[in-house]
C-alpha cells in the first residue's frame, strides 16, 4: 500500500513539474511577443532614416496624408492618432508625418506673418 502511495505521489509531482515547465514556457513565449509588438509599435513611430538625410515628401504621400488627417478622429490620443494617419503612408512613419505636419504649420504661421509672401 505504500508503495502505491509513494507512486500516485511521484506521478503527481511529475505532473506538477510538467505544468510548471508548461507555464513557464508560455510565460516566456508571452513575453518575447509583447516585445516584439513593442518594437513594432516603436518601429511605426520612429523614422529609419539618419537625422541628416532630408525628408523628402511625394505629392501621393503629402495627399495620403491629408487624408489620413481628415478620416482619422481627433478623439484619440495624439501619438495613437498619428500612428493610424501613418498607416495609410506608403513609407513614412508616425514620427515623420507628425514631423511634416509641424513644418507645414510653421511654414503657413510664417507665410500669414509676412503678409502672404
Not at 489620413?68 to 498619428?82: A, N
Request: net charge positive; aromatic share 4%; with cysteine.
Amino acid at each position: 500500500m505504500y508503495k502505491r502511495e509513494a507512486l500516485e505521489k511521484q506521478k503527481n509531482e511529475e505532473k506538477e513539474r510538467k505544468a510548471l515547465e508548461v507555464a513557464r514556457k508560455k510565460q516566456a513565449s508571452e513575453k518575447a511577443a509583447a516585445a516584439a509588438a513593442a518594437q513594432e509599435q516603436q518601429n511605426k513611430i520612429e523614422a529609419p532614416r539618419s537625422s541628416s538625410e532630408p525628408a523628402t515628401w511625394t505629392n501621393e504621400q503629402q495627399k495620403e496624408m491629408e487624408k489620413g488627417m481628415k478620416e482619422v478622429s481627433t478623439s484619440l490620443p495624439t501619438k495613437d492618432r498619428w500612428i493610424k494617419i501613418a498607416e495609410g503612408v506608403n513609407g513614412k512613419s508616425a514620427k515623420e508625418c507628425f514631423q511634416r505636419y509641424k513644418e507645414l504649420c510653421s511654414k503657413a504661421t510664417s507665410a500669414s506673418g509676412n503678409g502672404g509672401k
